[in-house]
């Protein structure tokens, strides 16, 4: 009974600390996501008029929107919808399968619709559909893919709407992988622009949209090739070309109007321009809008450069605990009048530091992250950037401070749980661990669990080790010792019987 309670409250106390892990992880190695609006910001540069009443400008390394005109709001989105299908392709399928279009995939469109008259039965790799989506914006190529990667149109307007909700799109509902009229078929400036940022990070997408013209080969019901091209005005070579444009996509339908994507870059800047709902304005307006943020904004590398005064929460200089540094990914997009050391630079360091994955160049483990540094200007937060801290460094910084540590608690006589687990034995301890971590099987699984879960917190990992220690003595016990005891003389072995018996008063028969 007393066995039950202590496996009870072991295993309570492994989910507590589970859950307190698992959530402060998330909590610091977890960076929102979301775009952040910086429109309303004090001393933010004038935007342009434009024609169209739906619009979105980000930058795509930040995430941060630029300019925006309703951009939340619902629209039709025609064949930009071809976006998400590209990149749910591009997740799910190596670009050599091959994908074989059906009968509804080619005759189930609307009169008038792009096509690249492919037939019933026709074969076409998957790279080859990319091609077709993306420069020809092929319907017949869209619903193909669909149901190759999910069995039906429908399942795969499911997936879409999953993807959108992963990427953080709230206004999406699709219901067609092409973009065809649909009452139902919706989205936002906002959502495709969030699509389009995490495309920019594939290469293959990149690899397509850089061709002008692609040439389709022969197939199995096509004897003859045939040449796409590029239907985007500012990314095709051409009197249109906008510099800096590394890809798009068009739309329109009678009922949507003209919409348009559009993706530039030049230097350490990526910007995302989306419009919906244009009437022959489209280019137009996607042109203003990239001038606007080139000419207006510039996007740092945060590491690269002269960093502000580091201040806390009550705006006292701080100085950031050893080994600590900013990756190399991390940017900030300013208008060109603001100085980023003239920025305001709050410091915010975890209780606990926790492991990121992020590996340390050189090294074989990874950094931990202990906190973010939160810039703003005139009290509106511009961005923020991850602090690391390189383990070799925080641990030579927390060996030099350990023979500190020991005196001042043997002078004071303290004896916390906190100086406690800073004082030497437990880099010992930690070694050891790390040792049986790397020798693999049963017991270096255990081991590897308590290194990776207790991060640089000294408590964490005692505690650990203490719940590790307290399974392995119960499990050895249980071998050691039978699963229930007998009272009965006759359940003793040997020597122990026959004197329990005499004890008792019985006698033998002979």
Same mark, same amino acid.
């Given at each position: ?70 951009? $939340? ?18 997740? !799910? ?13 080619? /005759? ?9 008259? *492919? ?19 092929? !319907? ?22 999953? *993807? ?7 206004? $999406? ?96 800047? $990526? =910007? ?7 009437? &022959? ?80 160049? &050189? ?13 703003? /200007? ?5 961005? $923020?950037?991850? =602090? ?123």
């Amino acid at each position: 009974m007393k066995q039950q309670h202590i496996f009870r409250l072991t295993a309570l106390l492994l989910a507590l600390l589970l859950a307190v892990s698992g959530a402060a992880t998330a909590f610091a190695a977890g960076a929102d996501t979301s775009p952040t609006d910086l429109t309303s910001v004090p001393d933010w540069p004038a935007a342009p008029e434009l024609e169209t009443n739906y619009a979105i400008l980000m930058e795509a390394n930040t995430g941060v929107i630029l300019y925006a005109k309703n951009d $939340t709001e619902q629209c039709h989105p025609a064949s930009i919808t071809k976006l998400m299908t590209a990149l749910l392709t591009l997740e !799910n399928c190596s670009l050599d399968d091959t994908v074989t279009f059906s009968y509804r995939a080619t /005759h189930e469109l609307e009169e008038g619709a792009t096509s690249i008259a *492919r037939t019933e039965g026709e074969q076409l790799s998957v790279r080859d559909c990319l091609y077709a989506l993306l420069l020809a914006s092929a !319907n017949e190529v869209a619903q193909a893919l669909a149901e190759h990667i999910s069995g039906s149109i429908e399942a795969f307007a499911d997936l879409m709407n999953q *993807r959108a909700e992963q990427l953080g799109c709230t206004g $999406t509902h699709f219901t067609n992988p092409s973009g065809l009229n649909d009452d139902q078929h919706v989205t936002t400036c906002r959502d495709m622009a969030l699509i389009t940022r995490e495309l920019l990070k594939n290469k293959d997408f990149l690899e397509i949209e850089s061709h002008t013209t692609y040439t389709i080969p022969a197939t199995n019901k096509h004897s003859e090739p045939l040449v796409i091209a590029q239907k985007h005005k500012l990314v095709k070579q051409g009197g249109d070309h906008y510099e800096g444009a590394i890809a798009g996509k068009t739309g329109y339908t009678t009922q949507t109007g003209n919409t348009l994507v559009t993706c530039a870059q030049r230097n350490d800047e $990526t =910007l995302i321009c989306v419009v919906m709902g244009c009437s &022959g304005t489209h280019y137009r307006d996607t042109v203003s809008l990239l001038d606007y943020g080139f000419n207006n904004f510039s996007t740092i590398n945060i590491s690269a450069s002269e960093s502000p005064e580091l201040t806390g929460s009550d705006g006292s200089p701080v100085s950031l605990p050893a080994g600590t540094y900013i990756p190399d990914d991390e940017w900030l997009t300013l208008p060109r009048s603001m100085d980023f050391a003239g920025l305001t630079a709050t410091v915010e360091l975890y209780d606990n530091p926790l492991q990121t994955g992020v590996t340390v160049a &050189g090294q074989a483990g990874s950094a931990n992250s202990v906190g973010r540094i939160h810039y703003s /200007h005139k009290g509106s937060e511009l961005g $923020t950037a991850l =602090l690391l801290q390189d383990p070799a460094a925080a641990a030579s910084a927390s060996s030099s401070a350990e023979t500190a540590t020991t005196a001042e608690a043997a002078s004071s006589g303290k004896n916390s749980l906190r100086r406690i687990a800073s004082l030497a034995p437990i880099s010992a301890l930690r070694s050891w661990v790390d040792q049986h971590a790397k020798q693999g099987g049963p017991s270096g699984t255990i081991f590897l669990f308590i290194r990776n879960h207790s991060g640089a917190s000294a408590l964490i990992f005692l505690l650990l080790l203490v719940l590790l220690i307290l399974i392995l003595r119960l499990i050895f016990v249980r071998i050691r010792r039978p699963a229930h005891r007998h009272h009965n003389a006759y359940h003793l072995p040997g020597e122990h019987r026959r004197k329990r018996r005499r004890k008792k008063g019985y006698h033998m028969k002979r």
